[in-house]
């Protein structure tokens, strides 16, 4: 019982995909096997046949099979075999195109059927869950500015009002003041506030079918967070990345912002961590709208990769090209040290606006940095071969460097 079980699965196995050599096989087993095994394949053996006779330019190729047929069903059956395939071949290439279409229509027509059932069940539901009227705590009705219309007016605009509040609670940040108020002394409040973005800036997404998500250290970031964190500045680590997810999350716990955040900075150098859900969203982008964090933005730097995250205070971004996870990589060094030697980290500077306006005409700020600092270690080596030439420059500060000599 369990060979034929199987003998009959593989045959309807071969029977979907390829019908021309289960036709043969079963012409064979017919002709050889036992007769326990003649059922099976005389009824898979009619199928295949079948399946070739609907086909025009196949079906004169199996009339050898005929006679075996006769031998095998009952005339009855075998005349239901050859009505079936005669239809199919007698049917012109316009009757067939009609038929085609006749079928897409078909489909067509169901398809919108669902589609209509579907968005006349969502429609109901929102209008019987979202308005329905308030109730309070026991569970008594509540009036609101809905409840003197009529009863489908009212249930329609709390329905609308509901959609309304859900959309603008998908786009806009979860609240209106992202920090809180400034330290009050005795505290130190540092003067200027450092938003930085985690995803391409301070780590790399990366992933494989063996871990799936991993988030790679960019090399120096435990000293970037040293060099920039508080008391320097008020480090506020800002990232389009999901702080934790739901039930219905694709990654784990392990691998969202927060618990990266966390290893990164264990000691708690960044202030204040904000995710996606602190992000404004604007055509299918998360923006980080830095009106919203209670900071003068005159004091406030925004350090990204991705000019739309930063689109609505441009003027308060310093862009830097994105990490890719290159291990030789020194740009967060570079980026401390132009930070933190600046006039910026004293927190002199009345407006850091145009400082960074300056450095948005450079493709890779860092870089120029690097170079100029190279030009004054030169310049400087310069001076201690040449000790007749006096070399003066201006207090080092973000923006344009000028240097004179003086004999």
Not at 218 to 225: D, K, L, S
Request: net charge positive; proline share 7%.
């Amino acid at each position: 019982m369990l060979v034929i079980t199987t003998t009959r699965q593989g045959l309807y196995l071969l029977l979907q995909l390829q019908p021309a050599s289960c036709a043969k096989l079963c012409e064979m087993l017919l002709l050889r096997c036992l007769p326990s095994f003649r059922p099976i394949c005389s009824s898979i053996y009619s199928r295949s046949l079948s399946h070739f006779l609907r086909q025009p330019h196949f079906g004169a190729q199996f009339g050898v099979h005929v006679t075996l047929l006769r031998q095998l069903r009952s005339p009855a059956k075998l005349s239901t075999i050859f009505e079936v395939g005669s239809s199919f071949a007698s049917k012109t290439k316009d009757d067939l195109k009609r038929e085609h279409s006749a079928n897409v229509q078909r489909n067509t027509r169901i398809g919108l059927a669902c589609l209509l059932a579907a968005f006349s069940g969502v429609a109901a539901f929102v209008i019987v869950r979202w308005g329905a009227p308030p109730t309070d705590e026991l569970g008594n009705q509540v009036e609101d500015e809905f409840s003197h219309l009529p009863f489908v007016k009212q249930r329609l605009l709390r329905s609308w009002k509901e959609c309304r509040l859900f959309e603008q609670y998908i786009k806009e940040p979860s609240r209106e003041k992202l920090l809180p108020e400034q330290l009050k002394e005795p505290y130190y409040q540092p003067p200027i506030t450092l938003v930085v973005e985690l995803s391409g800036v301070l780590v790399h997404p990366e992933w494989t079918y063996q871990t799936g998500w991993r988030f790679k250290k960019r090399p120096g970031v435990e000293h970037f967070i040293q060099q920039v964190g508080y008391p320097h500045f008020e480090l506020v680590i800002f990232t389009h990345e999901p702080g934790l997810l739901g039930c219905f999350a694709s990654r784990p716990p392990s691998q969202t912002a927060h618990p990266i955040i966390e290893s990164l900075d264990p000691t708690g150098l960044a202030m204040y961590r904000l995710y996606r859900d602190a992000t404004k969203y604007v055509k299918g982008e998360h923006v980080k709208d830095l009106s919203c964090l209670n900071r003068d933005l005159s004091k406030v730097i925004l350090i990204d990769w991705n000019p739309k995250a930063s689109q609505l205070q441009p003027e308060n971004t310093l862009l830097v090209p994105k990490w890719d996870g290159n291990d030789q990589d020194t740009d967060l060094v570079d980026l401390a040290a132009l930070l933190t030697v600046s006039a910026i980290a004293a927190g002199d500077v009345a407006d850091v606006r145009p400082i960074l306006e300056y450095y948005s005409t450079m493709a890779n700020p860092i870089e120029e940095f690097r170079k100029k600092r190279r030009r004054r270690g030169a310049l400087r080596i310069r001076k201690e071969r040449q000790p007749g030439i006096k070399i003066c420059k201006e207090v080092f500060q973000l923006g344009p460097h000028r240097f004179r000599v003086a004999h």
